[in-house]
């Protein structure tokens, strides 16, 4: 299976943007597609990921209420619909998939399988 992130841009803070990760050559199902995000500089973080069977979503902090995750299980897509952005937000972003245990739904080396990213540039 590949991935394949689409969606970032620059934009100015407060802005929008919806971030795709399309899956060819297999499917999301019995897994979990997550993002996550690498700043220059830093370390590669959680933002958010959803189990594809049950739509369930998981957020960082940082970003709950501005970001939500969701699935178009007929085009094998999830997007992440980014609101109010921050400077902060800056980063690739990248979507992957995996079979995380609900303890380490987060932590991306239970990811297994990843897009090339994308760029998030938000400018204050």
């Known amino acids: 299976v590949q991935l394949q992130a689409s969606g970032g841009g620059q934009v100015q803070a407060e802005a929008s943007l919806r971030l795709s990760c399309v899956a060819s050559?297999?499917?999301?199902?019995?897994?979990?597609v997550g993002w996550f995000r690498q700043a220059p500089g830093k370390e590669r973080e959680f933002v958010a990921t959803?189990?594809?069977?049950?739509?369930?979503?998981y957020y960082r902090d940082s970003v709950k209420g501005r970001f939500t995750i969701s699935r178009d299980m007929a085009k094998h897509t999830v997007f992440l619909q980014m609101n109010s952005l921050k400077p902060e937000d800056t980063a690739v972003y990248y979507c992957a998939r995996g079979s995380p245990i609900l303890s380490e739904i987060s932590n991306s080396e239970y990811y297994t399988v990843w897009g090339q990213g994308t760029l998030v540039t938000v400018s204050s």
């Open positions: 050559g297999g499917t999301f199902r019995n897994y979990a």
């Open positions: 959803m189990r594809w069977s049950t739509g369930r979503p």
